[in-house]
């Protein structure tokens, strides 16, 4: 099952302020999440649900973002007198 907002609402009856206090952050937090729950939370919830809610690694996109091209003189370095 999909680790979204709706299915940990629903887990913890509807409210917000629970699944802030299980999370140990603020309930705004918890009404800031997308319909995706963010990974850290994510892990965390199926930690203390014993795998109740259950994190599915493939909703997450973990590889590193890449840096765009810097110019050399972008670097504080050279410049056209060099």
């Given at each position: 099952?999909r680790?979204l907002k ?12 629970k699944?802030?206090?299980?999370l ?7 009404h ?8 850290i939370?994510?892990?965390?919830l199926?930690r ?5 809610l259950a ?12 840096a ?15």
């Amino acid at each position: 099952m999909r680790m979204l907002k709706s299915t940990v609402l629903k887990y913890y009856g509807g409210n917000g302020a629970k699944v802030a206090r299980a999370l140990g952050i603020h309930r705004q937090a918890v009404h800031m999440w997308d319909r995706r729950v963010p990974l850290i939370s994510a892990i965390k919830l199926e930690r203390i649900t014993n795998g109740e809610l259950a994190l599915d690694w493939a909703d997450y996109d973990l590889r590193p973002k890449r840096a765009g091209k810097r110019k050399r003189n972008d670097l504080g370095r050279g410049n056209a007198a060099d």
